[in-house]
């Protein structure tokens, strides 16, 4: 990602590599895990993911929003994966 985009940037993990923050989601919620922790892997500078309590009945969004647990665990498996790349959650 660093590579195609100059200076240091977030992904958002339904969007996939590539895209940077701000463009539209796939709207999928069983990507965003996955992608999240290539993106730490591959060393990215941030993540934006929506969390919402409720997703199937959130306003926007909800269809790539994680209920809180979800969130929870996988920032428990990124704050594993980070050192290996020298970074840190």
């Known amino acids: 990602m660093k590579e195609r ?4 940037g977030p992904l958002r993990p ?3 590599a590539g895209q940077r923050a701000g463009a539209h ?6 990507k965003v895990p996955p992608m999240a922790r290539a993106a ?8 934006l993911i929506e ?6 009945h959130a306003l926007s969004d909800g269809a790539q929003s ?6 929870t665990q996988l ?7 980070a050192p290996a790349v020298g970074r840190a959650v």
């Open 5 to 8: 985009w100059p200076g240091p």
């Open 14 to 16: 339904p969007q996939g």
């Open 25 to 30: 989601g796939t709207g999928r919620r069983d």
């Open 40 to 47: 730490v892997a591959a060393g990215a500078d941030g993540l």
């Open 51 to 56: 969390v919402h309590n409720d997703p199937d």
């Open 66 to 71: 994680l209920h809180p647990d979800t969130f």
């Open 75 to 81: 920032m428990a498996e990124l704050r594993i994966i």
